[in-house]
């Protein structure tokens, strides 16, 4: 016989068990078993986020920045400047290149013989202009001839650097002029600022002086060898044979 009293308290739920509830989910999700359900957003819970801010990995990580000689990613460094870890010796090849697989720099009788022949070569061009107009044997004839050479040298600097980074002379004795970042031949930019600041301050004051200044100031430089005008144009002279 039962002994159940219909008129007492009920149990919670309308009298049916409550074995059938289940316990919350401690990550907030749907109970297991069940598929997952929308987020506040409206997105079906588990989608990646997505619109700005959303990327949640590290730079460098998958590829990103990665160096192409399998070195760890390094940050960029400003423009003009060497990456660390680049430079003569780097990867213990005494006299080797700014960066990886550019020619050793440029030696200095290389490179003296080579403005030489540039030099002559842009004079014999403004004697055989100014000749028949002026008589040479006078101050004004050699000084006419003088900074028309001078403005010849640097015309024809400045388009033969920025085509391959050889003019003639360069090209006779095996040197070219490359931009210090990255070994490929001068920018526009920086052919005609090298060739700007090697002629300009030879025609407007001591030409004799101001070369042997520019010229000295490579040879203590280190460790690129790198002149006035190398400094202002970022660029470096290096060989053409290995």
Request: aromatic share 10%.
């Amino acid at each position: 016989m039962s002994t159940h009293d219909p008129s007492g308290p009920q149990p919670e739920g309308g009298g049916k068990p409550s074995f059938d509830k289940q316990p919350p989910n401690p990550g907030g999700g749907a109970p297991e078993g069940e598929p997952p359900g929308p987020t506040p957003s409206g997105t079906p819970a588990g989608t990646p986020p997505e619109g700005p801010g959303a990327y949640q990995g590290t730079y460098g990580g998958s590829g990103y920045g990665q160096d192409p000689y399998g070195r760890p990613p390094y940050d960029q460094p400003p423009h003009g400047q060497v990456p660390p870890g680049y430079g003569p010796g780097a990867y213990g090849t005494p006299g080797a290149g700014p960066v990886p697989g550019m020619p050793p720099i440029g030696t200095w009788p290389r490179r003296i013989t080579a403005r030489l022949i540039d030099y002559v070569l842009m004079q014999a061009v403004g004697v055989l202009v100014v000749g028949p107009f002026v008589d040479l044997g006078t101050r004004e004839g050699s000084t006419g001839a003088f900074w028309l050479g001078c403005a010849i040298y640097l015309i024809y600097e400045g388009l033969m650097l920025s085509r391959d980074g050889q003019t003639l002379g360069k090209k006779a004795m095996k040197v070219r002029v490359a931009m210090l970042i990255d070994g490929n031949s001068p920018t526009q930019s920086a052919a005609w600022t090298r060739a700007a600041v090697y002629i300009l301050p030879a025609v407007l004051c001591c030409a004799g002086l101001w070369w042997l200044i520019d010229g000295m100031f490579g040879v203590f430089d280190k460790p690129y060898r790198q002149c006035i005008h190398d400094k202002a144009a970022k660029t470096v002279v290096v060989t053409t044979e290995l």
